[in-house]
């Protein structure tokens, strides 16, 4: 099977950023309606698993078969889908949604530092110029600079592990790529340990199922499932086998952007000056970024101390 290049697997992370921003939307529509945010998570989990799971059993029986080497960071990629969500959402209950953003889209930066530390060789001036750019551009985007007044201690701590968990995710995914692992076969996976843990967490048989009697809610739960998560995380994982996880998750901070835009088209709200500022260094950090090819050979080596 032929990858894409470098440049085409970056904008397939930036169309799954573009299917995250929209489902923001369709979530935001589900909370207003009476489902709670911990239960959609758990939902969209179910949604995309089922779907998935149900057509490798049909049509690919073999990649539900991962290579014994990929079982461990497969494992890890699930418990991180859990987290991630949960956190991220715990931190938007606690804080303003711009600064549980901002907050997660940190993740770049852990990436960075986690290949620095595990491989010994520290990313590049322009890795780390794209990396600060796109961060920068998603707080203005998110709005969080003026939202960390007062702020919740258990929401920053929430968001930053959402931050530390989307890097889990990106680095975990990449891994087990790189032993051997089919994408589906990896997400196939994922959802399996995810589920398990929404079973202890939350129980499946306590999830309110009435509010699906409303078509509106049933769509919306639907919408998540897909296009917030089936196919943005497919998405990921095939632009794994070629960029880094370091450029994925630069190239993961569209959503911020996409977010505000779909929410000014769709929602009536406003855009400011900073937001379009913000959306353009986004931009620009993901073409810089894309430059370097995101590749190792072009770090750094760590210099030390005798």
């Keep these: 099977m032929s990858w894409p290049s470098p440049a085409l697997a970056t904008a397939v992370v ?17 909370f207003e309606s009476g489902i709670p945010p911990e239960r959609m ?22 990649l539900l078969r991962p290579p014994r080497a990929a079982l461990l960071p497969a494992a890890v990629f699930g ?23 901002a907050l997660q889209y940190t993740a770049p930066v852990f990436v960075l530092g986690a ?12 890795v780390w110029l794209a990396g600060v750019l796109t961060l920068v551009g998603a707080v203005l985007v998110s709005g969080a600079y003026a939202g960390f007044g007062g702020v919740d ?14 890097a889990m995710y990106l680095l975990s995914a990449e891994a087990a790529g790189r032993r051997g692992a089919h ?38 739960v639907l919408g998540v499932g897909v296009v917030g998560t089936l196919l943005p995380f497919l998405l990921v994982l095939v ?7 370091a450029l994925a998750g630069i190239a993961a901070t569209f959503e911020p952007v996409f977010a505000s835009a779909l929410a000014f088209l769709l929602l009536g709200q406003g855009l400011t000056g900073a937001q379009l500022v ?5 931009v620009i950090g993901v073409v810089l970024a894309q430059a370097t090819r995101g590749q190792p050979s072009e770090s750094v080596p760590v210099e030390v101390a005798a």
């Design 14 to 30: 930036v169309v799954a950023a573009f299917c995250w921003g929209l489902s923001a939307i369709f979530a935001k529509g589900a």
């Design 41 to 62: 998570a758990e939902a969209r989990i179910a949604v995309a698993g089922v779907l998935l799971i149900g057509f490798l059993a049909v049509g690919r029986r073999d």
């Design 79 to 101: 418990v991180s889908l859990v987290l991630v969500n949960l956190s991220y959402y715990v931190a938007i209950d606690r804080l303003p949604v711009g600064v549980a953003i």
């Design 115 to 126: 290949v620095g530390l595990v491989s010994g060789r520290v990313p590049g001036a322009l």
């Design 153 to 166: 201690g258990v929401g920053l701590l929430a968001g930053l592990a959402s931050a530390v968990s989307f």
């Design 183 to 220: 994408p589906a076969t990896v997400l196939a996976i994922g959802f399996v340990v995810a589920a398990a843990i929404w079973t202890v967490v939350l129980p499946w048989w306590s999830w309110p199922i009435d509010r699906l009697g409303d078509p509106a809610n049933a769509l919306r």
């Design 239 to 245: 632009a794994l086998r070629v960029i880094s996880s």
């Design 278 to 282: 913000g959306g353009a260094l986004v």
